[in-house]
């Protein structure tokens, strides 16, 4: 999300800037990343709702798609694109203590879920040029096949889906 403080926070035209992005440095923090939090491909994993959990969402998505499913650079780009937004949303919407990571790989395509508590739907707002703030489901709608909104007894999962090539 526009605003959100951390490191390797993607900027420009909806892509990582690649000057910025080491990947050798950001493969060992997203090694501490799993570490710490756990793999989101195995299962729901909980991060505090704060905005530094989201510079370790981007980490956590990074590794899991570059080394775990060994896709492209810009697959990962979008996908930690993505990460982020859903993250800052519910970390700036929901009031939570912490959120649910989740992402799975089906056949053909992948499948990131952020859970909060929080039932309050997000909002897919028109977006202006001159606009600071307000574009995470703008990206989301565009950069990701489908997405959506699952309301659950307890909150909702906000998710999004991207074709891939299987290998």
């Known amino acids: 999300m526009a605003g959100l403080e951390g490191g390797g926070q993607p900027r420009g035209h909806g892509r990582v800037d690649a000057a910025r992005w080491s990947p050798a440095v950001e493969d060992e923090r997203a090694l501490k990343a799993l570490e710490l939090f756990g793999n989101p491909t195995e299962g729901e994993i909980q991060l505090p709702s704060r905005p530094e959990s989201a510079a370790g969402a981007r980490r956590l998505a990074q590794v899991v798609v570059l ?59 028109p977006v202006q040029g001159t606009d600071l703030s307000g574009r995470g489901l703008f990206l989301v709608d565009k950069l990701s096949d489908r997405w959506g909104v699952d309301l659950l007894p307890r909150g909702k999962t906000t998710w999004f889906e991207m074709r891939v090539t299987d290998r």
Not at 74 to 86: G, W
Not at 96 to 122: K, N, T, W, Y
């Open 67 to 125: 080394r775990q499913w060994g896709l492209s650079p810009r697959i990962a780009e979008d996908v930690v694109l993505l990460v982020s937004e859903l993250v800052g949303n519910a970390v700036r919407h929901t009031g939570a203590r912490a959120f649910g990571l989740r992402m799975r790989r089906p056949r053909g395509r992948i499948r990131v879920e952020v859970r909060d508590p929080s039932r309050a739907l997000p909002c897919l707002l």
